[in-house]
């Protein structure tokens, strides 16, 4: 049953799913760690012993490939009795696709050698556990419960009670109301100690099932470096469409319009030079806007003056466009690459745009610094709250976007407000 919350943990520890289920995974793990030692030595050593023929090749790779499946069953059981979810290694695929290319793959697959090495460690493991488990919680449950058994000793097997000493003419029994009594409160202390012995045990199983039945740390980091190679792709694609859209809705269609205005305005300045005068200065002023929607633009995409004057300067150069009064405060001691730079001045410039839509506030701060080899980000303000990066929100594109250069953002925004978005990124000089 589950722990209440009014009992303390020492109490209901004994009797906690976890610890029941920590049990079972000790029980059946004896004997499947007997099995799986058996299989692993019996096919390294026959491959070893072959490997003098090209019989030893297979012999290996087929038993590289039960451990792989014994290790399938190992992660399955942990993810059902500890809760330890790993994840599946890279799986072992020849270049050819053929059995000799299969075979050779499995035998250069660290994965495969690291299964193996789990059979053959896990077993000594599992003695050591199993026997340790199984005397702690047999003893300490019979002694517990002497009280209620005791009666058998003089009914059935022709003695006061357990025998504590013996040498075939004096005895020494625990026999007397005192003894009894002192008997079950130290087995009832065994009991509550058991619980934390179990879980201090099954952890070094969990440390087991995770670095040698999981992927290699080099190929999850491939993993993580693929999915954020697809992101900054996605994201790139993203931002060419908003500005081929932007160019085509915007500045493209003002600027066919004024080629338009100013060829009517030529074939009138003879007959009618007051209306082409007139019809030039509103090209004029379509001039003009285009060249501001050209200007937003290219500040959307990287600003001159980020490039020239940093992070402070421009991060200024938004907060005075938002819609809320911001006050901008950056303390770094130098200015990092141009890359991590631009990234944090989009973070900022998305998450003000955030505020002027959304907040409601009537006041935020930015505050930019650096903490050792981090650039820390922080966007506050008094607004109404309940800001999430739910899935298609801008806050969790950002967050992709950040997560696709190891950067992270946490979001703290209670209904009622008031809000803080504090971003970090790698700092990069």
């Known amino acids: 049953m589950a722990a209440s919350p009014t009992v303390p943990a020492g109490l209901s520890a004994p009797f906690e799913r976890r610890t029941w ?23 390294l050593s026959t491959g070893a012993g072959l490997l ?16 792989r499946g014994i290790g399938a069953v190992e992660r399955a059981r942990a993810r059902a009795l500890l809760g330890v979810d790993v994840r599946a290694p890279e799986p072992a695929r020849g270049r050819t696709g053929s059995p000799l290319g299969w075979m050779i793959a499995t035998l250069k ?60 003419t004096h005895g020494l029994y625990v026999d007397t109301p005192f003894e009894v009594g002192v008997a079950s409160g130290l087995g009832f202390c065994l009991v509550f100690l ?6 201090g045990l099954v ?44 160019l085509h809705d ?35 002023g379509e001039v003009k806007l285009a060249l501001q929607e050209l200007r937003d633009l290219a500040r959307g995409i990287h600003p001159a003056v980020l490039t020239d004057r940093g992070l402070d300067a421009a991060l200024s150069s938004v907060a005075a466009r938002c819609a809320v009064p911001v006050q901008v405060d950056v303390d770094l001691p130098a200015r990092p ?33 650096r903490t050792d080899d981090r650039l820390m980000l922080q966007v506050r303000d008094d607004g109404v709250g309940g800001a999430a990066p739910v899935a298609g929100h801008e806050l969790a594109r950002l967050m992709a976007r950040l997560d696709a250069v190891d950067g992270v953002l946490a979001v703290d925004s209670p209904a009622g407000g008031p809000t803080t ?3 970090e990124l790698p700092w990069r000089d």
Request: hydrophobic share 55%; proline share 5%; with cysteine.
């Open 109 to 168: 697959s660290g994965a495969s050698w690291r299964h193996m090495l789990y059979c053959l460690l896990h077993f000594p493991w599992a003695v050591v556990t199993f026997v340790v488990t199984v005397t702690l919680w047999s003893v300490s449950w019979a002694l517990a419960t002497y009280p209620l058994w005791q009666w058998v000793f003089p009914a059935y097997v022709g003695q006061d009670g357990i025998q504590l000493y013996g040498d075939g």
């Open 194 to 199: 058991s619980p934390w012995v179990l879980r």
């Open 52 to 67: 003098v023929t090209f019989l030893g090749i297979p012999v290996l790779a087929a038993g590289l490939a039960l451990c």
């Open 421 to 423: 978005i504090t971003a």
């Open 337 to 369: 690459a141009p890359a991590i730079e631009g990234i944090a001045y989009f973070a900022v410039s998305e998450l003000l745009q955030n505020v002027s839509k959304h907040a409601r506030a009537r006041h935020a701060w930015v505050d930019v610094w």
């Open 250 to 284: 915007g500045a493209q269609a003002r600027l066919t319009a004024l080629a338009m205005d100013l060829g009517l305005a030529k074939d009138r300045i003879a007959d009618d030079p007051l209306t082409a005068a007139a019809m030039v200065d509103e090209a004029h």
């Open 21 to 43: 289920r920590a049990v079972g995974y000790v029980l059946t793990g004896f004997p499947l760690s007997v099995a799986a030692f058996c299989l692993a030595i019996t096919f």
């Open 203 to 246: 952890s070094v199983d969990r440390a087991m099932v995770s670095v040698l039945l999981g992927p290699s740390p080099l190929a999850s980091r491939v993993t993580e470096l693929e999915s954020d190679r697809g992101v900054v792709v996605d994201t790139a694609a993203a931002d060419l469409r908003r500005i081929e859209r932007d």
